[in-house]
């Protein structure tokens, strides 16, 4: 048998590989499907590129990649015995489960066990050889497999990758045993039970005793009774009073030396009286207040907690689990596929992305968007229980709706692929992520439907100089409305004032701080707020050729399909820490905008001129070369020297500064985090320029279209290079002033001119068109103008008026922290999204939202 084995592999041995460092192995996810071993399929993993396939796909990528040889994996979840008993589920040490994968935690580990199954597979014939089978395989098979089966997840970061360590389950924390001592801990007031500290306070789990903590080398902390505590009694673990938030609490276990984590942490605060969904931490600056307010608040109210939620299942019904902290990635896509066109343009288009996705899928967008819509919308991962587990479920008295969802693994680590925020653990903003996927759909929308049409549009921005009455009208290109809140407007105005009033005299006296008080502000002031003119810093004035006062006020010149609302609720504090604004603002059912629509220049209005600010030289740069005054940049100061106390090159920081239009040092950081690795990352910054000195500005009508002001040949030998045709690089590198970055994003939202005479005009319209939006006022009917001019944005003009579908909710004290939940509604009913869990909603809770979604009204 052994021979007859190795004769069936030897066409197939140069196919077969061992995963080498680097190589990542996907056994826990098909590519295209959320399938897994615990599949009834089971997976199937390519033992030449490590990808994984469920049953329905795997055949694609043997006819696509030509390989035979796939190890199948089949986890099977088994109930227990009845009487069997209950504890840790037998992992490795009886061999039945040896599969490094993640535990399904739907299943209760005292009454299920698991049980591993993996075997060779040959296409097209699926002949079978189970493993381990050591004897008779050839030694380079048998290594190959025992690689596969110990390679770890490929979404676990390297050390090197990862400046925290990662936080362990305590051992104690399932098995803790708490006594009844009646000890209930106050909100506030709380002090060492062996000395008079106020820092630094722990609460044993298991007494409820609070002691402080350690002591420190500069003699602040504490003096160690709480260590002292656990030497006497053997209990093990203790919570930091002033860290216990909705979101969790810092827990250290004596016994293990080290922070852990207690994912029973909430159970075990709520024995001591301590409801951690009631909590709100609250700190002055000097951390001496250990306060903790009570109060009905967004957490209950966001999640609509207390109320029997009905849940729901089958197609567009399916929740998406949290990783951690990264429920802005699920809210926000549960949203974008209850939109037709996306669902039309990943879901409907499903077979043709498959089948002409890349020899690796996991890098793909498309094919990754493709299997997210289908995951969500097909039903096939959310299906409701049999009646049979409904019954046996009651006769235990454990009823619970087991909704799974589907696991955003892969999608997550594409899509936050080399952005500093999104690639992290840590909670993001949803507004931020919006645009972060909208710019990927569109860079990956090239020669196909455009999904995010759908949102954008554009906006007339109206600057007048207050001096000489004169004004200039620019357009913009924008995805959303951003809707600010202004606290003056609010209707409980007086409330507020006597609310702050008591909280400024608790902390003077170190009392409890009252009960906090919500600003309920009407919508109509906030609209109101979003048309008031606004000031414009150091305007210049081409009237008076020299700075003066200016004003400017924004309109839509086009309206969107879909409008999206976000409510500016976060801000900054003094200490730059994102906080967030308490506010109620009722955002209505329909919204009507047309009276916002941009009218352009109005008779009696004058122009400014159109010329461009002089260019200010430096004294000490006086009497140099001309050619170096005219390429003196200007580079906002601030921005480098944060860059620079990073430890990055000066030269760099200002390059990165400059390249981002001085956007500010985040938007500076993404671009040095991107060309690191560039030769010339450090050299001094060279602004080239392409036109003699003594020629008028470009920006003039008058000059002459034979002056060489053709782009960088390098330039635009890099563009072409990624398929874009030369005359439309021409365009979209001179409409951006040369900058790559920029030049490629204007290539992705301007598609490419079908007039064949365009073409053959490299060295024409040296400028972007200014009247590229001058039928930006003119009806669509809902779609693109066949009369819209190519070289502009994409958009859908139509009727101002909206009804909301959706809101996107935050619960926290800013984007850093906290939890997002969606609600939709669909076919006329509200339904809530939390996580994996999908239910019909009771009390949508509209006044709360961050981001609102609005679809424009078929009839008006």
Same mark, same amino acid.
């Given at each position: 048998?052994a =021979? ?6 030897v ?21 295209f499907s959320?399938?897994s ?7 199937? &993993? ?8 469920g049953?329905e ?23 227990? @015995?009845?009487?069997?008993a209950?504890?840790?589920? /037998? ?9 490094d ?7 209760n ?9 993996a ?6 014939d ?8 050591i ?9 190959a497999?025992?690689? &596969? ?9 390297k050390?090197?990758?990862s400046?925290?360590?990662?936080? %362990?389950?305590s051992?104690?924390a399932?098995?803790l045993?708490? %006594?009844?001592n009646?000890v209930?801990?106050?909100p ?10 106020r820092?630094?306070?722990?609460l ?17 902390? $504490? ?8 030497r006497?009694?053997?209990f093990p673990? @203790? ?11 810092d827990?250290y ?18 024995? #001591?009286?301590?409801?951690m ?6 700190e002055n ?18 999640q609509? =907690? ?19 902290n ?7 896509m549960? &949203?974008l ?16 992305i ?22 969500? +919308?097909?039903?096939?991962?959310s299906? /409701? ?10 006769i235990?008295e ?5 909704q ?6 892969m999608f ?11 690639s992290?653990?840590r %909670? ?12 990927l759909?569109?860079r990956?929308?090239s020669?196909?439907?455009n ?5 954008r ?6 600057i007048?100089c207050? %001096?000489?009455?004169?004004v ?6 924008d ?10 407007a ?10 702050e ?25 906030c609209?109101?707020?979003? =048309? ?6 150091? #305007? ?5 050729? @020299? ?13 969107p ?12 504090g ?8 308490d ?6 059912d329909f ?14 209005e ?12 430096p004294e ?7 050619n170096?005054?005219?390429e003196s940049?200007e ?7 944060q ?16 390249? =981002? $239009? ?13 060309? *690191?690795?560039? /030769?010339d990352?450090a050299?001094? +910054? @060279? ?7 003594d020629l ?8 002459? /279209? ?8 390098e ?8 398929? !874009? ?7 979209a ?14 290539? #992705? ?11 053959m ?9 200014d ?8 009806y669509?009917d809902?779609?693109l ?19 909301? !579908?959706?809101?996107?909710?935050? *619960?926290g004290a800013?984007? *850093? ?7 939709i ?29 609005y679809?424009r009204?078929s009839?008006?």
């Amino acid at each position: 048998m052994a =021979t007859d084995l190795g004769e069936l592999l030897v066409p197939y041995m140069p196919t077969i590989r061992v995963p080498r460092t680097g190589d990542r192995v996907f056994k826990s996810e098909c590519a295209f499907s959320y399938d897994s071993p615990e599949s009834e399929g089971g997976l199937y &993993v390519c033992m030449n590129s490590f990808l994984g396939f469920g049953r329905e796909h795997v055949e694609r990528h043997y006819r696509k990649s030509g390989q035979s040889v796939y190890m199948h994996l089949k986890r099977h979840v088994k109930e227990k @015995a009845t009487g069997a008993a209950g504890g840790a589920l /037998p992992r490795r040490r009886n061999g039945k489960v040896f599969l490094d994968l993640e535990l399904n935690r739907d299943f209760n580990g005292d009454d299920y066990e698991y049980e591993d199954e993996a075997k060779l597979v040959i296409f097209p014939d699926h002949f079978e050889i189970p493993l381990p089978n050591i004897e008779e395989l050839p030694a380079l098979v048998t290594i190959a497999c025992d690689a &596969v089966l110990n390679a770890p997840s490929p979404y676990k970061k390297k050390e090197s990758d990862s400046w925290e360590e990662e936080i %362990q389950v305590s051992r104690h924390a399932r098995s803790l045993r708490q %006594q009844e001592n009646d000890v209930r801990i106050p909100p506030s007031g709380w002090k060492c039970a062996k000395c008079e500290m106020r820092e630094n306070l722990w609460l044993n789990l298991t007494d409820g005793s609070v002691l402080c903590g350690k002591w420190f080398f500069d003699g602040s902390g $504490g003096n160690g009774h709480a260590l002292e505590h656990y030497r006497e009694t053997n209990f093990p673990l @203790a919570v930091k009073l002033d860290t216990i938030t909705p979101d969790g609490a810092d827990v250290y276990s004596f016994d293990e030396e080290e922070a852990v984590l207690d994912p029973h942490i909430s159970e075990h605060l709520l024995h #001591f009286g301590i409801d951690m969904l009631q909590m709100q931490r609250t700190e002055n600056g000097n951390h001496t207040d250990n306060h903790v307010q009570l109060r009905v608040s967004d957490w209950e109210v966001i999640q609509e =907690t207390g109320l029997k939620l009905k849940p729901v299942y089958g197609s567009g019904y399916t929740g998406i689990k949290n990783l951690g902290n990264s429920c802005y990635l699920g809210t926000t896509m549960q &949203v974008l596929f209850s939109i037709p066109e996306f669902q039309r343009a990943y879901v409907g288009s499903l077979q043709r992305i498959f089948d002409y996705s890349p020899l690796d899928p996991t890098q793909d967008f498309n094919t990754q968007m493709a299997k997210l819509g289908h995951g969500l +919308l097909s039903g096939q991962y959310s299906k /409701p229980p049999m009646k049979s587990e409904l019954i046996e479920q009651v006769i235990k008295e454990e009823y619970k709706q087991q909704q799974r969802g589907i696991s955003p693994k892969m999608f997550k680590a594409l899509v936050s692929k080399g952005h500093p925020e999104f690639s992290s653990n840590r %909670q993001q903003d949803a507004h931020e992520f919006f645009l972060h996927l909208i710019n990927l759909v569109e860079r990956n929308s090239s020669g196909s439907e455009n999904p995010s049409d759908v949102f954008r549009f554009i906006v007339e921005e109206r600057i007048q100089c207050c %001096q000489s009455q004169k004004v200039r009208y620019t357009q913009r290109v924008d995805y959303l409305m951003q809707l600010p809140a202004p606290l003056e407007a609010a209707s409980n105005r007086e409330e507020l004032i006597a609310y702050e009033s008591k909280r400024k005299e608790a902390e003077e006296n170190m009392r409890p701080l009252p009960e906090p008080v919500r600003a309920r502000i009407p919508f109509t002031a906030c609209l109101q707020a979003f =048309t008031e003119p606004e000031n414009v810093p150091d #305007f210049w004035s081409s009237a008076l050729q @020299a700075k003066s006062a200016g004003v400017k006020t924004s309109r839509f010149a086009t309206f969107p399909e879909y409008m999206v609302v976000q409510m500016k609720k976060f801000t900054f504090g003094v200490d730059w820490v994102p906080k967030k604004l308490d506010i109620s603002v009722d955002l209505p059912d329909f919204l009507d905008l047309n009276r916002l629509r941009a009218t352009g220049l109005q008779p009696g209005e004058e122009e400014l001129p159109d010329l461009t600010p002089p260019i200010v030289i430096p004294e000490d740069t006086r009497g140099s070369s001309t050619n170096n005054s005219l390429e003196s940049p200007e580079i906002d100061e601030s921005s480098v020297m944060q860059l620079a106390e990073m430890g990055f090159p000066l030269e760099a920081c200002r390059k990165a500064v400059y390249y =981002t $239009g001085n956007m500010g040092a985040e938007m500076a950081f993404n671009w040095i985090i991107a060309h *690191m690795e560039e /030769p010339d990352f450090a050299e001094p +910054l @060279a602004v080239p320029t392409y036109m003699e000195p003594d020629l008028p500005s470009p920006s003039l009508p008058a000059i002459s /279209p034979l002056l060489d002001n053709q782009p960088p040949e390098e330039s635009i030998s890099i563009l072409t290079s990624m398929g !874009f045709p030369r005359h439309h690089t021409i365009k979209a590198l001179k409409a951006t002033k040369n900058n790559l970055e920029r030049a490629l994003d204007w290539i #992705f939202t301007h598609p490419e001119c079908e007039d064949e005479s365009e073409a053959m005009s490299d060295t024409a319209d040296t400028e972007p068109n200014d009247n590229s939006f001058s039928n930006a006022n003119a009806y669509t009917d809902s779609s693109l103008s066949p009369d819209q001019d190519p070289s502009s944005p994409r958009v859908r003009d139509g009727p101002g008026r909206y009804e909301l !579908f959706a809101f996107i909710s935050h *619960m926290g004290a800013s984007t *850093m922290s906290g939890h997002y939940v969606c609600h939709i509604k669909k076919e006329g009913r509200w339904l809530i999204y939390n996580d994996h869990k999908v239910c019909l909603s009771e009390r949508p809770p509209k006044d709360l939202g961050y981001m609102y979604f609005y679809r424009r009204l078929s009839s008006c």
